[in-house]
């Protein structure tokens, strides 16, 4: 199997998950509105990277996906609140996303603040739940993870200190400094989140759970300079947004301060480093290698 | 000391608290405008009822207000992250809350937004910190009691229901049936989850917790009728809100459907269910029985 197929083969399993969390699960009780507003944000596609990344770096030490599929859906469940929010009028004001009306657009604003409130709310209820590990203490360490990468001192900071870059401050210079803060709390914090999560779910010690973090921080940083990259450069039919969209609002990006050229020796320099990070782990970290290649080379 | 007293001397120590989540607490990282604007949301006065209820039911089980500190101000947060959402503009559109601008007024929608976002979440990650409380089956347990009682089957959905019966469905009639199950969800909801995290954080049993959340059930259904009773008939100069906003709103209460003497009778009988769920606590009781009466012949 190709890394594209194994990430879309597990893309499955995570949405039937995910879809489940509205029949059986502890999403079952909403009223109808704000549940089909739920779905419509958790269930609108995506690659579900960041619950691979959960179950893949669980993996290394020997604990399966089902061990892994609580935190992998409370940590698509915070994704997919902080787009339905990203997207409203008073944000990004974005009307579409993966080829879909997002939320606000597909019902309306107050459905989908509330909705992503919901989304946020159950990511916590599934974590602490007995279900999602038999060892208290795991939970609430997950807990602890998820809550610090995605709150206000991590992802919903990072979409402050943009909103306010964009809105309130876009005469002043950024900086690359600025820049890399801003990235790392926005998009980064959450995928390491995702690695350390798998390693506190399969019982790593500090040392390996540090390696994980390691892996983690050089893959968020990779991820974005692709993304920056795809932004300044990429194929729009492929990527399904505009081109220099980053540009057109004034958004400062690494590419735009560094150059496209450093920009690319870095990706192939944080690649390695996701390398080093692992290789104590040998061939059971394939997957997450070949997962930090596939970051870094995307196309869409 | 007088009922009232008590309250404001312990709303007082609640909020020192509150506001040292921002200084020494997992807030002080947050950036500077976000952080403004959660202190506003949560740090902008209030009777702290739900801390409050948080501490004096753990008081029944001999843990003191220490114990309870860190689930009285997660509470806080989510009840503050609750208004500042829904004084935006696509919810209820509020200008002013207790005589200040509400969140977006005074900053504007996306920082109100992500504000109660990040509130949301850090409500999650208090009750998950090891601080909290020294056992993580504890804290898994408070976790999950408070995102039950605050997520889509809980206060968010309950807000979700009255929206869309305001906005979408104001021509359909709605029964007491359907207004009792909306305002339990939106209000009661968290009210019994305040009661019921006391009964938890004191190491209660499986009786006495049921004790404490039928308290919390009649306290939080005599809470809102006392509401409706002073949205109907009460003095705005001492409530701060216009009178009978709620008609003009077209929400339906049960001050209305069954008018206002049967409320009146009803909320005796609620006082009566509080002063009966917690008979077995004898004296210890005192303080959240006078909670009770002080909810229900409240003028303000």
Chains 1, 2 share one sequence.
């Not at 939320?103 to 916590?124: C, P, S």
């Not at 400094?177 to 506190?200: N, P």
């Not at 893959?219 to 300044?232: M, N």
């Amino acid at each position: 199997m190709s890394f594209a197929q194994t990430l879309a083969h597990r893309a499955e399993q995570i949405d039937a998950e995910l879809a489940n969390l509205f029949v059986a699960g502890p999403a079952a009780a909403t009223p109808s509105r704000l549940r089909e507003a739920m779905r419509h944000a958790l269930l609108g596609g995506g690659k579900r990277l960041r619950p691979f990344l959960v179950i893949e770096s669980a993996y290394l030490f020997g604990a399966g996906a089902p061990e892994a599929a609580a935190s992998a859906a409370a940590i698509e469940c915070i994704h997919s609140y902080s787009l339905a929010h990203d997207d409203l009028p008073s944000m990004d004001n974005d009307a579409t996303r993966r080829g879909h009306p997002t939320v606000w657009k597909a019902f309306d604003e107050w459905t989908a603040i509330l909705a992503g409130d919901g989304l946020l709310t159950l990511a916590f209820e599934i974590l602490a739940d007995p279900s999602a590990h038999p060892d208290p203490a795991v939970r609430a360490s997950l807990s602890l993870l998820l809550a610090r990468a995605s709150g206000s001192a991590g992802m919903v900071g990072g979409q402050a200190l943009d909103l306010a870059w964009e809105k309130l401050d876009s005469t002043s210079p950024a900086t690359a400094d600025q820049v890399r803060e801003l990235q790392s709390m926005k998009t980064g914090a959450l995928i390491t989140c995702a690695c350390e999560m798998g390693a506190v779910i399969g019982g790593a010690d500090d040392e390996a759970r540090r390696a994980l973090r390691t892996y983690g921080n050089a893959l968020g940083f990779a991820f974005q300079i692709a993304d920056d990259l795809l932004d300044a450069e990429g194929d729009s039919s492929k990527t399904g947004k505009a081109v220099a969209k980053d540009k057109a609002l004034g958004k400062a990006t690494l590419v735009e301060l560094w150059g496209p050229g450093r920009c690319r020796d870095l990706l192939a320099e944080l690649q390695n480093d996701c390398r080093a990070a692992l290789a104590p782990f040998g061939d059971k970290a394939t997957t997450l290698i070949a997962t930090a290649e596939f970051v870094a080379t995307r196309d869409r």
